[in-house]
């Protein structure tokens, strides 16, 4: 099974500041992988899908990248509505979600 | 607009079984692989199982971790996902979520979860 591990776990930051969040897969995953934002009580929400491709509705900026196994979200000018967990997920090889970066502010 | 609608969460008795439902609005519902995913309070997502559109079958996929005891299936003639869960553990205490995704995986669309609780 691929296992996704996300970095750092809790990440404090300032309004305004370019944030990036990480998140290592155990094998290649050949950029089969979305990103997902969960604010408090609420269903997870997709943000970015296969690596670099921004839904529908997301403010821009927000973006991915990455290739093989080490993948990045970049918020490059945090807002306070961005307070929440963002999980990585995969889906080259099964179906793994990463344990999640709870993202704060400073 | 695409709508999920997920019920018949609660408490069960460990050993127990329940039948999650979804119901799904706003798009041709035998086009699209459904998806369940379960999160524990304060916990990641776990993907649990999905099951495929017309054109492929309705086929079936599963997390190992409830292969056996949770089985997926539809309704299409009512647009209807279901799950049902037997020999319910204790671990199996979650919000669980129904998902559409955008073709065959990117989960675009979620429910707004029903909570199980497993306990007695």
């Known amino acids: 099974d691929i296992q996704m591990t996300q970095s750092p776990p809790v990440l404090s930051a300032s309004v305004g500041d370019r944030v990036t969040l990480s998140c290592k897969a155990s094998?290649?995953?050949?950029?089969?992988l979305d990103w997902y934002q969960q604010k408090h009580g609420e269903a997870p929400k997709l943000l970015i899908y296969y690596t670099n491709n921004l839904q529908t509705g997301i403010p821009s900026r927000f973006s991915g990248s990455g290739s093989g196994t080490d993948y990045t979200l970049t918020i490059s000018s945090l807002q306070p509505e961005d307070v929440a967990t963002y999980y990585c997920?995969?889906?080259?090889?099964?179906?793994?979600f990463g344990g999640g970066t709870k993202l704060e502010l400073k | 607009e695409v709508k999920l609608l997920e019920s018949g969460g609660g408490l069960v008795q460990p050993g127990g079984s329940m039948r999650l439902s979804c119901a799904a609005s706003g798009f041709t519902f035998t086009d699209f692989y459904m998806y369940w995913i379960r999160q524990p309070a304060g916990k990641a997502p776990e993907w649990l199982g999905f099951?495929?559109?017309?054109?492929?079958?309705?086929?079936?996929e599963y997390n190992p971790s409830v292969k056996g005891r949770f089985t997926i299936s539809r309704d299409n003639t009512q647009n209807m996902l279901y799950l049902q869960m037997n020999t319910l553990r204790a671990e199996d205490t979650a919000t669980y979520y129904c998902?559409?995704?955008?073709?065959?995986?990117?989960?675009?669309?979620w429910g707004q979860g029903t909570l199980v609780t497993v306990s007695s």
């Open positions: 099951i495929r559109n017309k054109a492929n079958g309705y086929t079936t």
């Open positions: 997920y995969q889906y080259n090889s099964g179906w793994t």
């Open positions: 094998q290649n995953i050949n950029k089969n």
């Open positions: 998902a559409r995704p955008l073709m065959y995986t990117t989960l675009a669309y």
